[in-house]
């Protein structure tokens, strides 16, 4: 299904500082986001103010201005500007570029906010940007205090872990990927006389210090921060754009206008971002939409602006009640909406408003499934198939009155002469009750081939002919014609019509009760079919995420031994043990969860309905979970 996405001309400022110097999110952009239901792929840059981070964002966005750019000391970005368009490469996806303010700006002067709106960017992006000038020594990381103070500023659970709880692989499950970008770098890429690529400079300069004194812990905080947190780091260095006098209108210069190195180096920057950066997700591997990103934003700024830390697990929890309320609505009105197109009542036959109620619902689970995230319990999904019955009774209800009312004015019209003939008194002569029960049966014919008369035509027509027993009586008795004989072969007979006709409006009931438990079976069916891919799905994503950690966590171990930290090399061994053994747990286990959440979930609908199909339905849905993990 296509989703709903935006292409802003130009970008908005999204996150700023309110009369009281407090962060809040611009209302104008949160609206924007929460128009994107496209998975969201969110680049943050920040860094030092001054430093030319707009260009590279400019040029994601494939444009020469839109983020500001200035060629004076002041900062031109306040806060968090978004620009949202369509991801270049990836298709159905949108991309966020977000541009911070500047840290360090000495007119703001406000190191709580740079930690703060520092925060929010890893919060926020799926690859961070860190934007510097000159070259990466001491100085430059102990300039990246903000990565050690993370910490004090994110909390990954609700409830405080023991002190020696390594939190290292927390943050990795949710931070971003880092790339560092070193703007006018002058030197060569050498170490020790060999050439060496920019990755190899910086994990050169991320080397850590022997030793536990004060000044080794200072120098290797910052270094252990990016190694331990980031799950991947990237490194560009750049040549100067231009001479002195073209930086003052470098968002008017072309790329002819730059120099040709600095052009090849942006040109893969922004190839790298495009082709490495994925989809936003957060803590369990849930994938972010527009819309979602835009009610975390709002959480995260709120949670700061009322001076609480952001804390993972409870955005989670919290955006999952949102989106899932969400999602049972929206799909509640497609249901509402398909059903309106294409329902005219009375219909003919209850096979027909089963057909479309089929179509109706696959569509509504489909769109549950594609909003929803977090759903434990399946409990929203429960109140998705509880509503979507609870509408097809209410409509199926609706189709019966309709039908009735068809049925009654068809009668009123086929047989008006025959009551006209009554209140004439035609029949009440010699002969009178042969004619009456020839005429009944010929506008009996009439009726039974008239059109649109819908679901209850029989029970309709025999409501009908049971009023006029007692007249059919009547008229009997009077006709003086008949034999006593004749008369108890009329009484006879009529009484076998009266007996067929029940069990023809018998019958007509039989099939609609029939078919309604038929729907609910296939309901059940649907539910299950879809929950089941989803939950593999999500499944998927979990193992991913802590195949991602696992990863960063092996390669950093292998750099720790290389760079002679064998203890601390030896000591990742319990944190890679204990990751390996949520992965295979997750694996393994996936199955038998997928199999106990999916007959809960069966047990729970089915009581919702009749019982008398409780046992058939459970039995589906063992064979169904059964099929799935074949």
Known sequence: MSRLTVSMPEPVCLIDNDAHGNLRVVPEALDILRRIDQLVVVVGVVGLYRTGKSYLMNKLAGANKGFALGATIQSKTKGIWMWALPHPTKADHTLVLLDTEGLGDVEKGDEKNDNWIFSLAVLLSCTLVYNSKGTIDNDALQRLHYVSELTEHIKVKSTTGSEDEDESSEFMRFFPSFVWAVRDFTLTLELDGKPVSSDEYLENALKLKPGHGKQAMAYNMPRNCLRNYFPTRKCFVFDCPASAEKMKVLDDLTDGDLEPSFVRQTNAFCDYVFKNTEVKTMKGGYRVTGKMLGNLAKMYVDAISSGQIPCLDNAVQALAQIENTNAVAKALASYREFMAGFVSLPTETQDELSDIHGQAEKGAVKIFMESCFKDEDQKFQLELMKQLEAEYTAICEKNVAESKKACQAIIRRIFKPLEEHIESGCYAEAGGYLKYSGDLKTFVSQYKAAEGKGIKGEETLNEYLATKESIGQAILAADKSLSEAQRREEVNKARMEALEQERKASEE??????????????????????????????????????????????????????????????????????????????????????????????????????????????????????????
């Open 509 to 630: 009931q039989r099939k609609i009760m029939e078919q309604r438990i038929l729907d609910q079976e296939r309901s059940y069916k649907e539910n299950m079919e879809q929950m089941l891919r989803k939950m593999e799905e999500d499944r998927k994503h979990a193992d991913a995420e802590y195949q991602r950690v696992l990863n960063a966590k092996l390669e950093e171990q292998a750099a720790l031994f290389k760079e002679g930290f064998d203890k601390k090399a030896r000591l990742m061994q319990d944190e890679i043990d204990s990751l390996n053994a949520q992965k295979a747990e997750n694996q393994n286990t996936g199955s038998r969860g997928f199999l106990s959440t999916a007959l809960d979930t069966v047990g729970t609908a089915a009581a919702m309905f009749l019982p008398g199909i409780i046992p058939k339905v459970a039995g589906m849905g063992l064979s169904l979970v059964s099929r799935f993990f074949k």
